[in-house]
């Protein structure tokens, strides 16, 4: 038994269940069995085992990661108690060699080990023959060559776009024309043949066609007769297997061995379609959880390919404003927008949509990448969302970290300038720290007010309360006169009312609540407090 690769495993068994926490020995390693440790039995584990950790959560884990380390298992996996614990056990399963999984905390230990177990089962048979007489279901290179045997023709399989995903070997005493020759080098069907093919209504034909159709030779266009079948689930076309005749006859039942083809082919496909979203999710579930610093850094690195030890750094949008279009559709045209613009500046981007906001990780960033460069590619980002969607976004740099372990740190940045644009003022469109340093700090003691009551000024408490209740502005004339430095006509005008009015607002909130805004301290707070949305 080769065992399920850990890769696999995690995304077979998704994000619902668990959560990849460490892999110091890679997402290739195979895992074999699965066991149950009860916390009443000694620590004890076998090769390439899951340990399902039950009963023993946080640090108490830590003697059956170590005798897992010690015994070469694949895998542990544990519930967590709190986010604190994490980074205890990940450094214990680094030093042990074996990856280690948290499991969630509605999960039943039950429901894993058996999904687990049956996942486990499946690997038995890797080449996915099904046991003896079963059907051949190996890679799409393979079944190529199994086609071509059975057929005695020359073989190959392309997808809905005519771009070729295998082929048969050929030998010298094939004879093969024009169009197989141009396919397999270019990857794809050359345009003027395709053409011809679409001309003679061969892919209208294979549309509408559960069996195999016969296109005619064409000796003056170089193209050698040929049989052709589409390859199903269902109503959803997957692709086309193409038989070229060689240097002699098509077999009688070369049909019938497409058609069997085309339906072993239809799983495979399914099967890799399957596959590279589950990779996907997997990549997206690492991304967030590196983002949060719930996940170490060294997971991404190993399913990525990733240098841990590269500069690396965080850009946030957000949307500066809704104009009431539908959240979820913009959110995804922007996301669309965000993904192609960054790829085309930095070909490892990782995107990360979480709530109204968009991520990107740039990894790998060369040495002594300008800020400017970071700024410029934000930027076109920005205008391409503005021009081309009509949304308006905020743009946050993150400072350009060591390594992926400080990713966190930046992401953190970013939300805290993202935080401050947010609050209004007068900002840019794209911002890293040094550009709203003063906006950042000011936000981030408005919301320290904001959640901790008891730290405000009774008497602006006391002021705001009046308004409301008398509908009067007595806390906006305050701080729009501490906002202009004392100067009466200046905050008047702001106000748009006579500068006398603006005076006996002020004495009045003075005489309500007992302010002395002639002292420093109370000018200060009161223009924080005031702040302070309703």
Known sequence: MTGLPLRQLLMSLGEPLVELQAAPAGLDVPVQHVSILDPEDPPVAAPGELVLAIGARGRAALPALRAAGRARAAAVAVKLDGPGQADALREAATEAGVALLSVRRETRWEHLDSLARTLLSGAEDPDGTGGPGGPATGDLFSLAQTVAVLTGGIVSI??????????????????????RRLSILGRQGPEPYLAKLREWGVFSHLRGSEGAIEIAAHPELGIRRR???????????????????GSGPLAGTAEQALVGAARVAAGQLVRRRRELSADARLTQTLLTGLLEGSTGPQSLATHLGLDLRRPATVLAYAPAATDGRDAELSRDEVTGLISVHTAARHRGALLAPVDSRVYVLLPELPPGLPPATLRDWTQETVDAARDHLSIPLRAAIGPTVPGLADVPASRAQADRILDAMGRGGVVPEVAALQDVQAEVLVSEVLALLQDRPELRDPRLTALTGYDARHRTRLAESVLAYLDALGEVR??????????????YRVRRAEQLTGLDLTQPQQRLLAMLQLRLPD
């Open 158 to 179: 392309e997808d809905t776009s005519s771009r070729v995903l295998a082929y048969s070997r050929t030998s010298e005493t094939d004879e093969v024309d024009d169009l």
């Open 227 to 245: 049989l052709a079948i589409a390859i199903r689930s269902g109503a959803q076309p997957l692709g086309t297997i193409w038989v070229q005749e």
């Open 490 to 503: 200046t905050a008047a005008d702001a106000l748009h009312i006579h500068p006398n009015t603006l005076r």
